[in-house]
């Protein structure tokens, strides 16, 4: 039997004449990027605004996410002992922009955040064995991974012997968790949290919400 023919790809609906021009001037964006803020139903300075401003007022509450008090309260005490910390994203899109929401949200804070990158042909997958080597022979006490490290349990354990306490922040589940200081994911089943499909930034985004708010800063993530 052949094999069958992929969908066909669906084209979004394109805006017409001078409108994405018109938007981008308005927005003060890139016209592509003014193109996707109009198919996706923002199409004036007021509707882009609202999606824009990322006030945690009127996000959903990080703390329903499982291990969110240890992984915050440790970030607490990293803080007021001016530890360093390693944040491990992943390779792609979605690791780096997570990497780069909680340097910005600890460096905001006053925090010596060291992130890493892990490049495919040299680390493969998940966790690198060589920048979790690098920390602890440094003296770094901590990594907080990125969309990564659901199915590292082998490598947690033996770093976390050897002196490394993880809190692993990640999108995917494997079948045995690993047995971190901290698994922050929307996929556990015992997480509260309302979505279960939030990207690996997205739940980035959610540790350093609720890290700003133990905080008591009175300022927002991402808004230093």
Do not use: N
């Not at 690791?95 to 892990?118: H, K, W």
């Not at 809190?167 to 997480?191: G, N, Y």
């Amino acid at each position: 039997m052949p094999p069958a023919s992929p969908a066909p790809i669906q084209i979004r609906e394109q805006p017409a004449g001078d409108e994405a021009r018109r938007l981008a001037a308005e927005l003060g964006l890139p016209e592509p990027v003014a193109v996707l803020a109009w198919q996706r139903g923002l199409r004036d300075r007021e509707s882009w605004e609202r999606f824009s401003d990322l006030d945690p007022a009127g996000l959903e509450d990080p703390w329903l996410l499982p291990d969110m008090d240890r992984a915050v309260s440790r970030l607490v005490e990293a803080r007021e002992r001016g530890e360093s910390i390693l944040v491990h994203g992943d390779y792609d899109v979605d690791g780096l922009t997570g990497t780069a929401i909680l340097v910005r949200a600890f460096t905001g804070l006053g925090m010596d955040a060291r992130p890493f990158a892990p490049q495919r042909g040299k680390d493969g997958y998940g966790l690198s064995r060589r920048a979790l080597q690098r920390a602890t022979d440094s003296g770094v006490p901590l990594l907080v991974s990125v969309d990564c490290g659901s199915s590292d349990g082998p490598l947690v354990a033996e770093f976390t012997d050897a002196g490394l306490e993880c809190i692993i922040t990640d999108h995917h589940l494997s079948t045995d968790l690993p047995e971190a200081l901290a698994f922050v994911s929307t996929q556990r089943s015992d997480s509260r949290y309302p979505h279960r499909d939030l990207s690996g930034s997205a739940i980035a985004y959610k540790l350093a919400h609720a890290f700003y708010e133990r905080s008591g800063s009175g300022r927002r993530p991402m808004r230093s």
